[in-house]
């Protein structure tokens, strides 16, 4: 996974609570093996209307949003049922940092075990970056390191837990975290070879 150390970049801003995994990503695209790809369906049913064509009223495809790498969002985001599905949904379509006042508990981990950064936020701050981002472009600067949101008029910071700010600043997953230890086990197991079973 690519390490996340400050991540700058435009933020989307989605001022609706509950917003669910199958509207993340709708269970008639979960057909795909591999983890790529998913990022054309997302949010698919707010984001085009019956005919196809692009849902201009919907907040991704607002002018101002387009290109988004971060989405700011409202209570309880990723609710709903556990795929992990959601987290690659919005990781193909560009995003590396959700913002929200709360997360459903496997939604927010299975970001974290797929290099994405959900954070947790007082919900008075994420008003104000839901204010900000509705009509204009907004701009934030995600410094994992300090643990830190800035923007021209807008600072704060934000807790993370030690081993999963480790693991996304180096870009590991939990196989490159075993994969660290690959002399000891090779060396368990050839001192194990040929023991009795």
């Not at 299975?110 to 701050?125: A, F, H, Q, S, V």
């Not at 997953?173 to 040929?194: N, P, R, V």
Request: glycine residues 8%.
């Amino acid at each position: 996974m690519e390490p996340l150390k400050v991540h700058e970049g435009k933020a989307a801003t989605m001022n609706r609570v509950n917003v669910d995994t199958d509207q993340i990503i709708p269970k008639q695209f979960l057909k795909r093996v591999e983890r790529t790809g998913f990022g054309q369906f997302l949010f698919f049913d707010w984001r085009f209307k019956a005919d196809g064509s692009e849902n201009e009223e919907f907040e991704l495809n607002q002018p101002h949003a387009k290109g988004a790498t971060i989405l700011v969002a409202g209570h309880n985001f990723g609710c709903g049922s556990s795929r992990e599905h959601a987290p690659w949904a919005l990781h193909d379509y560009g995003f590396r940092v959700v913002i929200a006042p709360n997360f459903a508990d496997i939604f927010f981990n299975n970001c974290l075990k797929n290099g994405m950064l959900p954070i947790r936020l007082d919900e008075k701050y994420v008003y104000q970056l839901l204010q900000k981002g509705e009509n204009d472009e907004l701009r934030l600067t995600v410094d994992l390191e300090n643990q830190t949101i800035q923007s021209e008029d807008f600072e704060t910071s934000f807790a993370i837990d030690p081993y999963w700010k480790e693991m996304l600043l180096n870009g590991w997953d939990e196989i490159s975290l075993t994969l660290k230890y690959d002399g000891k086990i090779k060396e368990y197991e050839d001192k194990m070879a040929g023991q009795p079973v």
